[in-house]
């Protein structure tokens, strides 16, 4: 992961997956208002639908649980529904997963 959190500045992500699969996206940060939000482009190196998504991520504290909210704007109707479409929730839902076990396993650490 690499991330110059600054507006105008740029990002990439990259998954690495079972016989050295990788899948990445990058893009352009829009918006930053750090801790609580940011928004970006979002173009994945081999895209499985046209044009560019618009992400933004904002994060909200109550009662000492943080929750993150992620929306996600498409070019076009067409570019949503081939998303909708895919397996995308399921790894999305794996990631989130996987970061909440690290977030735990920091915690007991400390």
């Not at 929750?67 to 070019?75: A, G, M, P, R």
Request: aromatic letters at 10%.
């Amino acid at each position: 992961c690499e991330l110059e959190l600054r507006v105008g500045g740029a990002y990439r992500f990259e998954w690495h997956g079972p016989e050295s699969a990788i899948m990445g996206v990058q893009g352009t940060l829009r918006e930053v208002n750090p801790p609580v939000s940011f928004s970006a482009t979002e173009r994945f190196d081999r895209s499985w639908y046209p044009g560019e998504g618009f992400v933004t991520y904002h994060l909200d504290e109550s009662d000492g649980k943080t929750t993150l909210t992620l929306k996600l704007l498409y070019e076009s109707k067409e570019a949503r529904d081939i998303v909708l479409k895919s397996p995308m929730d399921k790894g999305v839902a794996k990631n989130f997963d996987a970061l909440e076990q690290l977030f735990a396993a920091q915690s007991a650490a400390r």
